[in-house]
Nanobody, 124 residues
Framework: QSQLVESGGGSVQPGGSLRLSCVIS????????IGWFRQAPGKEREGVSW????????NYASDVKGRFTITRDDAKNTVYLQMDRLKPEDTGVYYC?????????????????WGQGTQVTVSS
């Protein structure tokens, strides 16, 4: 059974850090990109960061660049999102997703498999 399982969310104060994990298992999808997205209450899902499955290529949304770092551990089939200097506007449910033929990495509709999400709350 194909599944993505996120973990690592929680509640932190502004300026704090969290590391999210996404374990990818049971899939035969020939995906080429893994993305992290987030959705705040009342808002649309938005892209946060992306990483190539096979190449050393990463990308970030402008509002997280310099604060977030995406990495992958191929031996563990896990993708991480290190989030530093968190802000209240980073609050939301964070999802990881994999895509097979993704042209626009920011397009959530282009992804084929999603996790269930993990809540991140940044508040004083």
């Amino acid at each position: 059974q194909s599944q993505l399982v996120e973990s690592g969310g929680g509640s932190v104060q502004p300026g704090g850090s969290l590391r999210l994990s996404c374990v990818i298992s049971g899939t035969t999808l020939a995906y080429n990109v893994i993305g992290w997205f987030r959705q705040a209450p009342g808002k649309e899902r938005e892209g946060v960061s992306w990483i190539s499955r096979t190449e050393d290529l990463t990308n970030y949304a402008s509002d997280v660049k310099g604060r977030f770092t995406i990495t992958r551990d191929d031996a563990k089939n896990t993708v991480y999102l290190q989030m530093d200097r968190l802000k209240p506007e980073d609050t939301g449910v964070y999802y990881c997703a994999v895509g097979v033929s993704v042209v626009d990495v920011t397009d959530a509709g282009a992804y084929d498999l999603w996790g269930q999400g993990t809540q991140v709350t940044v508040s004083s």
